[in-house]
């Protein structure tokens, strides 16, 4: 016997549909990521536009950072696609900090409103865990948050922090 197919507007697809428009983001993040052991933070602010692709299963969202930003101005680009079959969502970065280079995706879905997505990476060299978390408390605010795992994800460490306020058109 197989299970009935989920209805398509509660398969997963409409989860990310709350990070379409423009934001103004305000960023605080470790100031050496490569560090297990850094405990200074760094503050500055970034904008962002989201738009729907592909019928609204893949979204662009394009981040600026711009004026006093550690290490200087940079540019990233994420790709978020939602798979149908697996009812899972996959995401890619790129950003002029690493030109030529699309990080390894990250995969996940929503639980109660609340995203998360896993994958491995590598930072300096070293293999690392990768976690997203993504929330949206309220239709104008989001939040996404960045651990590291050093470990094999036995243990979590918070290194950036971006809370989204949206502009208004």
Do not use: Y
């Amino acid at each position: 016997m197989t299970s009935p197919a989920p209805d398509v507007a509660d398969d997963g697809r409409h989860d990310f549909d709350f990070i379409f428009g423009t934001w103004n983001i305000r960023n605080r993040k470790r100031r050496d990521a490569t560090d297990p052991t850094c405990e200074e933070w760094v503050e500055f602010d970034t904008t962002s536009r989201t738009e729907p692709i592909f019928g609204g299963l893949s979204h662009l969202e394009r981040i600026r950072a711009v004026g006093e930003v550690p290490g200087g101005p940079w540019e990233g680009l994420t790709l978020r696609q939602f798979d149908p079959q697996d009812q899972l969502w996959r995401i890619w970065w790129a950003s002029t900090r690493h030109p030529g280079h699309v990080d390894p995706p990250l995969s996940g879905q929503f639980t109660d409103g609340v995203g998360v997505f896993r994958g491995d990476d590598t930072l300096d060299g070293v293999p690392i865990g990768l976690r997203f978390t993504w929330s949206s408390p309220e239709p104008d605010r989001a939040r996404w948050t960045q651990e590291f795992s050093w470990d094999g994800g036995d243990t979590w460490r918070l290194d950036w922090v971006m809370d989204f306020g949206r502009t208004q058109a």
